[in-house]
């Protein structure tokens, strides 16, 4: 079974620009978060998606949005980009969506604004 | 507010030693805590889980330890090998919060031969 693909991989933006970044969970998962990696502040929670249905939210700002698909998939964006949004974006998708249902993460898209 | 706080930050041991990574959390409802590990450049891979019935939980050298009382969780690493070698991170699931994982800092794990 694939694991969770999260594409592009790399990007590189200018400060005000806005970004949109992909996830494919495993077949089968209906729920899909979203975290930020960075070396200061570590792994947080953005928001979690469920049946198309944004369930959960992190506390980040309202340039942070996201959508989940009939199919699951997923789709972050992020407007008016600022320099502290560099960072490493991890989708994660699981089956149940449970608060113990395990998390299978991507390999992230590293988002670097310049 | 929610929050799991993770030590130590690095951890340095010889190859054959155990390894010991201890997190607090502040929220009681928790019920479920996951143990991540991620190799450099790598995603966080899911090693251990322990959901808040249980006590402890062994898989071959890893096992993870909970005391819900005190609102402590422990990861265990016996017989340590270099390719131990990475970032654990503790986390802890809010309750009936599905998806939603508060992560502690994360420990740096090296492993000397």
């Known amino acids: 079974k694939a694991g969770v693909t999260q594409t592009p991989r790399y990007l590189i933006k200018t400060r005000g620009q806005q970004v949109t970044l992909s996830c494919s969970p495993i077949?089968?998962?209906?729920?899909v978060s979203w975290y930020q990696q960075t070396p200061g502040q570590g792994l947080q929670f953005l928001f979690e998606y469920f049946s198309e249905t944004q369930r959960n939210k992190g506390n980040f700002p309202g340039r942070f949005s996201g959508r989940q698909f009939s199919n699951s998939r997923s789709e972050m964006n992020v407007s008016t980009l600022e320099l502290g949004d560099s960072a490493l974006y991890l989708c994660a998708s699981s089956l149940a969506g449970t608060g113990s249902s395990p998390l299978h993460f991507g390999n992230g898209t590293r988002l670097t604004v310049t | 507010g929610e929050n799991v706080e993770q030590h130590p930050s690095t951890l340095s041991v010889q190859e054959g030693d155990s390894a010991v990574i201890k997190c607090t959390y502040s929220?009681?409802?928790?019920?479920?805590f996951p143990w991540y590990k991620q190799e450099l450049g790598k995603r966080p891979q899911l090693i251990i889980d322990i959901r808040s019935n249980v006590g402890e939980k062994k898989d071959q050298r890893i096992a993870v330890t909970l005391n819900k009382t005190a609102k402590h969780f422990s990861l265990h690493i016996t017989e340590t090998q270099p390719e131990d070698s990475a970032v654990y991170f503790c986390?802890?699931?809010?309750?009936?919060?599905?998806?939603?994982?508060?992560f502690g800092q994360g420990t740096e794990l090296s492993v000397k031969p």
């Open positions: 986390a802890a699931s809010p309750d009936n919060q599905g998806g939603k994982l508060i």
């Open positions: 929220d009681s409802a928790s019920n479920y």
């Open positions: 077949s089968g998962h209906r729920s």
